[in-house]
T-cell receptor, first 113, second 117 residues
């Protein structure tokens, strides 16, 4: 039967506005974090990552912020576009990296025209 | 970024048949690959970790005899859903671990939509 999973929270933003997607992580030992974007019917796509020795990292239109004190991660998308509509997952990991991935429940971003 | 492919992207089969899904890392070698299952509007559920040259490690509640995993090479892992039933219908996603001097992360395949009639 269907597994008991988490229903995705949804964030709706107007096209052109900035989006902020939040993620709380659980393991104090986690020191590497990744954001993935998953469009409907496709696999997750790597967006940006950050290591715990940083508190901010910028990419193209995206910024990831890390607050280790409160174990919080956020993804900021500037000038949100319709193509940004997707589900966004954060992932935390700790050594051995790539092995111990823990994914957040995901947030669905809907961009309104 | 690294590229991971899956084949087929979509498959429809009759109940009782077996279906094989391939996961390939195209531009890097992956000693570890992962298989996930995803139900509509739900998060990824890790099914098993596939290690090249050794047996897969299954998550609790995942039947190893039903979901056969083979990781025969550094670029290929296969998931075989044996004696498929309608409740096995789902979106199956693989990922591959890329390790390098400055990276160690998972890259995902595009997913396989399985429909069992």
């Amino acid at each position: 039967g269907e597994s008991v999973g988490l229903h995705l929270p949804t964030l709706s933003v107007q096209e052109g506005d900035n989006s902020i997607i939040n993620c709380a992580y659980s393991n104090s030992a986690s020191d590497y974090f990744i954001w993935y974007k998953q469009e409907s019917g496709k696999g997750p796509q790597f967006i940006i990552d950050i290591r715990s020795n940083m508190d901010k990292r910028q990419g193209q239109r995206v910024t990831v912020l890390l607050n280790k004190t409160v174990k919080h991660l956020s993804l900021q998308i500037a000038a949100t576009q319709p193509g940004d509509s997707a589900v966004y997952f954060c992932a935390e990991t700790y050594p051995p990296y790539g092995q111990n991935f823990v994914f957040g429940p995901g947030t669905r971003l809907s961009v309104l025209p | 970024g690294a590229v991971v492919s899956q084949h087929p992207s979509r498959v429809i089969c009759k109940s009782g048949t077996s279906v094989k899904i391939e996961c390939r890392s195209l531009d890097f070698q992956a000693t570890t690959m992962f298989w996930y299952r995803q139900f509509p509007k739900k998060s990824l559920m890790l099914m098993a970790t596939s290690n090249e040259g050794s047996k897969a490690t299954y998550e609790q509640g995942v039947e190893k005899d039903k979901f056969l995993i083979n990781h025969a090479s550094l670029t290929l892992s296969t998931l075989t859903v044996t004696s498929a039933h309608p409740e096995d219908s789902s979106f199956y996603i693989c990922s591959a671990r890329e390790r390098g001097p400055s990276t160690d992360t998972q890259y995902f395949g595009p997913g396989t939509r399985l429909t069992v009639l």
